[in-house]
């Protein structure tokens, strides 16, 4: 926890950054880039097992997993990635099913900061092409996080834009399990970050406006903005749920991240936003939790 003393010091970093051009996250503006008788009967294909210890891993998605701003002001930390990360603070998806030594050689990340879901499907070439046992995803939170709620990506583009990433990757690795992660709750980061005054300067810099502009406002046009967006990243999850549902290889977290309640050591004091090292362990501990249970959650 920083001392309040910094926290003025905090500011002015995050602010010289943005003006210096320094590289935004997902959320600052949103704009990165059978018959009977004599026939036979069809017989379906069996559910195959899922594989409790994989042996690599590849992840995609945006900046939570890069563990942007988790480390220093406006930078991505992939060492303190939930899911490739090497840090013994998060102890990472990777590190918790291959081991830290074989983590370092059979686990790559691919997420890019600023990336939506229209970004999967080249992110998925990549990881493809390691051949993982398996990969990660967790995307979508920039899809909601636009300037103005009118160009939230509409549910149905991000339907055919994930089910395009999940053809890529069957295209080249085929029995590659997927693991999906739910978007996190948009909402409740603005209801905890509001009461912070450096969150709300931070947020004015541009994080996530479509959510968390105007912090303070309570009528019912800042109403009904944000519980705009918070409809749509629920729409988002059943989206993931029902494409994943679809796909024999794919486990959805059953909106464990969605549902987390991060609370202010869970999340970065540079924009009361992205995780801080702690909450990207709390994504590692439901990660794991998912992809070593015995049954996929319903």
Not at 86 to 97: C, G, I
Not at 120 to 142: C, F, H, I, S, Y
Not at 181 to 193: E, F, I, M, T, Y
């Given at each position: ?109 691919y997420a890019v900061t600023g990336a939506r879901m229209a970004d999967l499907p080249d992110q998925m ?174």
């Amino acid at each position: 926890m920083r001392k309040r003393s910094q926290r003025g010091r905090a500011v002015a970093a995050v602010v010289a950054a943005v003006v210096l051009g320094a590289a935004g996250c997902d959320g600052i503006g949103g704009d990165s880039p059978g018959a009977s008788g004599g026939q036979r009967r069809a017989t379906p294909s069996p559910t195959p097992s899922w594989n409790r210890s994989p042996d690599s891993l590849a992840a995609v998605g945006d900046s939570i997993t890069r563990g942007f701003d988790a480390c220093s002001v406006l930078s991505d930390c992939p060492e303190v990635s939930w899911a490739t990360g090497s840090s013994t603070a998060v102890d990472s998806l990777a590190v918790r099913l291959l081991g830290r030594a074989r983590a370092a050689s059979h686990s790559w990340n691919y997420a890019v900061t600023g990336a939506r879901m229209a970004d999967l499907p080249d992110q998925m070439a990549q990881a493809a092409a390691r051949k993982p046992e398996l990969v990660t995803v967790l995307a979508g939170a920039n899809d909601a996080c636009r300037r103005t709620t009118s160009r939230m990506t509409s549910v149905a583009d991000f339907r055919s834009q994930f089910e395009e990433a999940l053809r890529t990757l069957r295209a080249r690795a085929p029995e590659a399990q997927v693991y999906v992660a739910s978007v996190p709750d948009l909402k409740r980061l603005w209801s905890l970050g509001r009461t912070d005054p450096l969150g709300k300067q931070v947020w004015k810099l541009g994080i996530c406006p479509s959510m968390l502009g105007d912090a303070d406002a309570l009528d019912t046009a800042a109403d009904q903005r944000r519980n705009a967006v918070h409809e749509r990243v629920e729409a988002y999850n059943e989206v993931l749920k029902e494409v994943c549902a679809e796909d024999r290889h794919c486990r959805y977290d059953g909106g464990a991240v969605h549902d987390y309640r991060f609370g202010a050591d869970q999340l970065s004091h540079w924009d009361w936003f992205h995780p801080s090292r702690e909450g990207q362990a709390r994504l590692a501990e439901i990660a794991y939790r998912t992809v070593t249970a015995e049954k996929p959650v319903t």
